[in-house]
């Protein structure tokens, strides 16, 4: 079996489990994405099918929640915190020292596949902004030096 065909079937059965729940279509694409890490386009149409949507419809959700991913993410997620008290503790600051860094934009994923960037609109550490997470980390107080120490010892790990 095809890493293409064992997607598909993976898909398949997340739809196949939630398709009959009310309002199905997001359970069903938190269940892709949770499973495989982001929503393959060549989804779209059996998603819409097997919900009686259009494949606009189906992709226009998809698109519209910043959380949905249609690519496949690096090795880690870095969650960049947009929120007010992040910003106005250099936040802005924070962000363009990520983006130049790592040589990438929001949703996007670094060329060797080990990161990729995300906007939150808040990560619950305000008293310690500006914060960010890798993965399931937090960290907090984060300035352009902090950020290099925090990237070096991840990319040992990638």
């Known amino acids: 079996m095809t ?3 064992t997607i598909q079937a993976t ?11 009310p309002g199905a279509l997001l359970p069903i694409l938190h269940g892709v994405q949770d499973t495989l890490g982001y929503v393959p386009s060549d ?3 059996a998603i819409a099918k097997a919900l ?4 606009a419809e189906v992709h226009g959700v998809i698109s519209f929640y910043h959380y ?6 690096g090795k880690h997620t870095i969650h960049l915190c947009r929120a007010e008290s992040c910003q106005a503790m250099g936040g802005k600051d924070l962000e ?3 983006k130049e860094r790592l040589g990438i934009d929001y949703h996007e994923t670094t060329a060797d596949g080990k990161f990729s960037l995300e906007p939150v609109y808040c990560l619950g550490n305000c008293a310690c902004s500006p914060a960010i997470q ?6 907090g107080r984060v300035s352009a030096d ?3 120490t925090i990237i070096n010892e991840s990319e040992a790990l990638a």
Do not use: G, M, W
Not at 68 to 73: A, E, L, N
């Open 134 to 139: 890798i993965d399931k980390e937090v960290y």
């Open 96 to 98: 363009k020292h990520v």
């Open 146 to 148: 902090s950020f290099e």
């Open 52 to 55: 009686q949507l259009s494949r």
């Open 3 to 5: 890493e293409s065909n």
């Open 11 to 21: 898909v398949q059965s997340i739809i196949d489990a939630l398709k009959d729940k």
């Open 68 to 73: 949905f991913r249609d690519t496949p993410p």
């Open 43 to 45: 989804s779209v149409p």
